[in-house]
């Protein structure tokens, strides 16, 4: 799979594994990357947004990282358990296969939730193998200072207001602040480490060989019947399935909450500074997360996702960014401080390393429709929502019907100040139109008559305003000629008929400017607000959705090459960050949420037109 790569500007010795050779565990409140070398680099405790414990994959010296590997030259392979998000990295060697198995356990008992167990359990396929292991935890993202303590076979590492234990069946040492262990294992042997967060009621405890083999055929078991409920029986069932294993792997289970991605400044490009934390529930996101899981058919998470919003999600006190904001902490918080890590060195030496998102206090009024659409969807595929949810929609319709012309930051979070984004207008018709949509089917009250005179006006200006005679085309502001792959959403909301001429002229003029390839970037850079110059990659996200308005306008061959070809820039496991660089690496956070649900998306409209 591809070894590590060099530093990057002055990382020394020190090597950092790109990007795309990781694999993902977890365990509904937090996840661990593990590379294709066996290291866990990047690992927070006891949840997605908490601290880290390992996090080399931002700076290789003093990020903290689990070892685990063969102590001789090998080959590694790594792949998924299959229908599971259980993560095997086998080692191939002069003298035998080995390999790493590692998985967090589901448990039923919610006091060994509070454990978060990770283990990881290395078995002897077929010859002898030696290996090595390093245990290096740096608490709080390499901050804090801790003391180690080894007892038999269980090492308690502690900082402060934090400690975790690992134990071992096999002999290990410590190393100043670190524990090592070197052992063989025969064919058919094996050794196991589990790596537990102790402290108040939870205290140490061993894994034995047996109790690590139950636990993993317990959390197959898990994975398995819980993809089992899954409807999609189309013609790209692991792709979509492996995407929809990842989506539930970026829950947070205690509040249903869904993380845009379990990582924090992975750089979108290797030596830029757009390095941001994705460790957040953004109202985008999670509501076409919405959409892709009552495709799929698990209406449980979407549940579980509006009990979140109506729990934390609802007008609020009429800030300058609205009643809404653009992101929420996992917890439904609303205060998510930006900060900057300068004593970590980046990905490859890209800093700056950021935790907090000062994004949360930008006016993006997309997210209105965003979310009403999923409540829509939700009422109309899963079940009625309650009178309160309705009263909470009506107050945000009578507000999108006060607010919709203002200019805001837009769908990218662009940095050019704030404009009449043509994204952000089509997604408040969205927002209304949707509304409307409810209140009639199920005899709701509410204002109609403003509600679709409002509708209609927007509809209006878009049409007047959005297009431009010089470009042919939908673009991305009132008044100008920039070309944006957002407005790909205009047919796929149903705000224009897929094959109206109008359209049709924007999509080949799309395809002239933004597609390289089936790839789709999200703006011309030349032309952009913010001035990037040709530095970005492609935009996942938008790949997809050009899927998708093809195969709306009825372009079904070129959807599907395009849907293929776009399959294969995924990384060894099916996964993907946010963005394809011009060498093909994936950048940004990973995985992405909004990555995968665009191809589950993508894949069942495509399915349904093929027939």
């Given at each position: 799979?591809?070894?590590?790569?060099e530093?990057?500007?002055?990382?020394?010795?020190?090597?950092?594994?790109?990007?795309?050779?990781?694999?993902l565990i977890?365990?509904?409140?937090?996840?661990?990357?593990?590379?294709?070398?066996?290291?866990?680099?990047?690992?927070?405790?006891?949840?997605?947004?908490?601290?880290?414990?390992?996090?080399?994959?931002?700076?290789?010296?003093?990020?903290?990282?689990?070892?685990?590997?063969?102590?001789?030259?090998?080959r590694?392979?790594?792949?998924?358990?299959?229908?599971?998000?259980?993560?095997?990295?086998?080692?191939?060697?002069?003298?035998?296969?080995?390999?790493?198995?590692?998985?967090?356990?589901?448990?039923?008992?919610?006091?060994?939730?509070?454990?978060h167990?990770?283990?990881?359990?290395?078995?002897?396929?077929?010859?002898?193998?030696?290996?090595?292991?390093?245990?290096?935890?740096?608490?709080?993202?390499?901050?804090?200072?801790h003391?180690?303590?080894?007892?038999?076979?269980?090492?308690?590492?502690?900082?402060?207001?934090?400690a975790?234990?690992?134990?071992?069946?096999?002999?290990?040492?410590?190393?100043?602040?670190?524990?090592?262990g070197?052992?063989?294992?025969?064919?058919?042997?094996?050794?196991?480490?589990?790596?537990?967060?102790?402290?108040?009621?939870?205290?140490?405890?061993?894994?034995?060989?047996?109790?690590?083999?139950?636990?993993?055929?317990?959390t197959?078991?898990?994975w398995?019947?819980?993809?089992?409920?899954?409807?999609?029986?189309?013609?790209?069932?692991?792709?979509?399935?492996r995407?929809?294993?990842?989506?539930?792997?970026?829950?947070?289970?205690?509040?249903?909450?869904?993380v845009?991605?379990?990582?924090?400044?992975?750089?979108?490009?290797?030596?830029?500074?757009?390095?941001?934390?994705?460790?957040?529930?953004?109202?985008r996101?999670?509501?076409?997360?919405?959409?892709?899981?009552?495709?799929?058919?698990?209406?449980?998470?979407?549940?579980?996702?509006?009990?979140?919003?109506?729990?934390?999600?609802?007008?609020?006190?009429?800030?300058?960014?609205?009643?809404?904001?653009?992101?929420?902490?996992?917890?439904?918080?609303?205060?998510?401080?930006?900060?900057?890590?300068?004593?970590?060195?980046?990905?490859?030496?890209?800093?700056?390393?950021?935790?907090g998102?000062?994004a949360?206090?930008?006016?993006?009024?997309?997210?209105?429709?965003?979310?009403?659409?999923?409540?829509?969807?939700?009422?109309?595929?899963?079940?009625?929502i309650?009178?309160?949810?309705?009263?909470?929609?009506?107050?945000?319709?009578?507000?999108?019907?006060?607010?919709?012309?203002?200019?805001?930051?837009?769908?990218?979070?662009?940095?050019?100040?704030?404009?009449?984004?043509?994204?952000?207008?089509?997604?408040?018709?969205?927002?209304?139109?949707?509304?409307?949509?409810?209140?009639?089917?199920?005899?709701?009250?509410a204002?109609?008559?403003?509600?679709?005179e409002?509708?209609?006006?927007?509809?209006?200006?878009?049409m007047?305003r959005?297009?431009?005679?010089?470009?042919?085309?939908?673009?991305?502001?009132?008044?100008?000629d920039?070309?944006?792959?957002?407005?790909?959403?205009?047919?796929?909301?149903?705000?224009?008929?897929?094959?109206?001429?109008?359209?049709?002229?924007?999509?080949?003029?799309?395809?002239?400017?933004?597609v390289?390839?089936?790839?789709?970037?999200?703006?011309?850079?030349?032309?952009?607000?913010?001035?990037?110059?040709?530095?970005?990659?492609?935009?996942?996200?938008?790949?997809?959705?050009?899927?998708?308005?093809?195969?709306?306008?009825?372009?079904?061959?070129?959807?599907?090459?395009?849907?293929?070809?776009?399959?294969t820039?995924?990384?060894?496991?099916?996964l993907?960050?946010?963005?394809i660089?011009?060498?093909?690496?994936?950048?940004?956070?990973?995985?992405?949420?909004?990555?995968?649900?665009?191809?589950?998306?993508?894949?069942?409209?495509?399915?349904?037109?093929?027939?």
């Amino acid at each position: 799979m591809g070894g590590p790569a060099e530093g990057h500007d002055g990382s020394g010795g020190r090597r950092y594994l790109p990007i795309a050779e990781h694999g993902l565990i977890g365990d509904l409140r937090s996840v661990a990357l593990v590379g294709t070398d066996g290291t866990i680099d990047w690992y927070c405790c006891p949840a997605f947004d908490a601290p880290s414990v390992f996090a080399s994959i931002l700076d290789a010296e003093r990020g903290g990282c689990f070892e685990l590997a063969a102590a001789v030259p090998a080959r590694t392979k790594q792949f998924y358990f299959p229908d599971t998000n259980v993560l095997i990295t086998r080692f191939f060697t002069e003298d035998g296969v080995g390999e790493v198995q590692d998985f967090m356990p589901l448990d039923g008992d919610p006091s060994e939730a509070e454990r978060h167990r990770l283990i990881r359990r290395v078995v002897c396929v077929r010859g002898s193998i030696p290996f090595r292991t390093r245990i290096a935890p740096r608490f709080d993202y390499g901050t804090l200072p801790h003391t180690v303590r080894l007892t038999g076979e269980t090492a308690v590492f502690e900082a402060d207001g934090m400690a975790l234990a690992l134990t071992a069946t096999v002999p290990v040492e410590t190393d100043g602040p670190d524990v090592r262990g070197d052992f063989k294992l025969s064919e058919g042997e094996s050794a196991v480490f589990a790596l537990d967060k102790v402290g108040g009621d939870v205290v140490p405890r061993r894994c034995a060989r047996t109790e690590a083999e139950e636990q993993f055929a317990a959390t197959v078991a898990y994975w398995r019947r819980w993809l089992a409920a899954s409807r999609y029986r189309g013609r790209w069932r692991e792709m979509v399935h492996r995407s929809a294993l990842t989506l539930k792997l970026l829950t947070y289970a205690p509040t249903g909450a869904i993380v845009a991605a379990p990582t924090t400044s992975l750089p979108e490009r290797l030596g830029g500074e757009r390095n941001w934390d994705y460790r957040y529930v953004w109202v985008r996101d999670a509501a076409f997360c919405v959409y892709a899981l009552l495709r799929l058919g698990f209406t449980g998470e979407a549940e579980k996702f509006m009990d979140f919003v109506t729990r934390h999600i609802s007008p609020g006190d009429g800030k300058p960014s609205g009643p809404l904001q653009i992101m929420y902490g996992i917890d439904g918080r609303t205060e998510l401080p930006e900060s900057t890590l300068g004593h970590l060195e980046g990905h490859e030496g890209s800093a700056p390393v950021r935790v907090g998102n000062a994004a949360a206090d930008q006016l993006q009024l997309d997210i209105y429709g965003a979310l009403i659409d999923s409540i829509y969807l939700y009422d109309k595929w899963a079940k009625p929502i309650s009178s309160d949810q309705w009263n909470d929609v009506c107050a945000l319709v009578d507000w999108v019907c006060e607010n919709w012309d203002q200019p805001d930051e837009g769908i990218w979070e662009t940095r050019g100040g704030r404009k009449n984004f043509l994204y952000s207008r089509l997604m408040c018709w969205v927002a209304i139109e949707r509304a409307i949509r409810m209140a009639n089917r199920r005899g709701l009250p509410a204002d109609l008559p403003r509600w679709r005179e409002c509708r209609d006006t927007i509809y209006r200006r878009i049409m007047s305003r959005g297009w431009s005679e010089a470009r042919q085309a939908f673009v991305q502001h009132e008044d100008g000629d920039v070309l944006d792959a957002a407005v790909l959403m205009m047919p796929l909301t149903k705000f224009i008929a897929p094959t109206d001429p109008k359209w049709l002229s924007t999509l080949d003029a799309l395809t002239e400017e933004l597609v390289s390839d089936s790839l789709v970037y999200r703006y011309d850079p030349r032309s952009s607000p913010d001035g990037l110059r040709g530095d970005e990659g492609t935009f996942s996200i938008c790949s997809f959705w050009y899927v998708e308005a093809m195969v709306h306008a009825g372009r079904i061959d070129e959807a599907r090459l395009a849907f293929e070809k776009m399959l294969t820039y995924a990384n060894h496991l099916g996964l993907y960050a946010e963005e394809i660089s011009h060498t093909g690496e994936q950048q940004g956070n990973f995985p992405q949420a909004f990555t995968h649900l665009a191809l589950i998306s993508a894949a069942f409209n495509l399915d349904r037109a093929l027939g």
